[in-house]
């Protein structure tokens, strides 16, 4: 079955940079498109970026747009999500997902899928802080 294990998370002060990991298995990495997502204490889960099946499409919330980079590697089924200039607004669990097939070269297609669509990981907790 499908398993997500997010990884990477921590305490950083503002202004610093994370970098999360999401190690993925029981399905064809390179035939999905993927996800981050988050949720603050409080607050329902909100996207935060996606990116196709070969990883040249992607798609960032305006939220950190510029901040975030999304990227992955096929070879070792593997998701990340480099977070730079964080700030204490990024406070979260964040979540990696699967999404739907391949959105094909140069599109990400899945920013609007329903959480119930996704396959999700238990997550991983990111705090910036001073």
């Known amino acids: 079955q499908v398993q997500l294990v997010e990884s990477g998370g921590g305490l950083a002060q503002p202004g610093g940079s994370l970098r999360l990991s999401c190690a993925a298995s029981?399905?064809?990495?390179?035939?999905?498109?993927m996800s981050w997502a988050r949720q603050a204490p409080g607050k329902g889960r909100e996207w935060v970026s996606g990116?196709?099946?070969?990883?040249?499409?992607?798609a960032y919330a305006d939220s950190v747009k510029g901040r975030f980079t999304i990227s992955r590697d096929n070879a070792k089924n593997t998701l990340y999500l480099q977070m730079s200039s964080l700030k204490p607004e990024d406070t979260a669990l964040y979540y990696c997902?699967?999404?739907?097939?391949?959105?094909?070269?140069?599109?990400?297609?899945?920013?609007?899928?329903?959480?119930?669509?996704?396959?999700w990981g238990q997550g991983t907790q990111v705090t910036v802080s001073s």
């Open positions: 029981g399905f064809t990495f390179s035939d999905y498109d």
């Open positions: 990116i196709n099946g070969d990883g040249g499409g992607t």
């Open positions: 997902a699967k999404d739907g097939p391949d959105s094909g070269p140069g599109d990400y297609s899945y920013k609007d899928l329903a959480d119930g669509s996704r396959d």
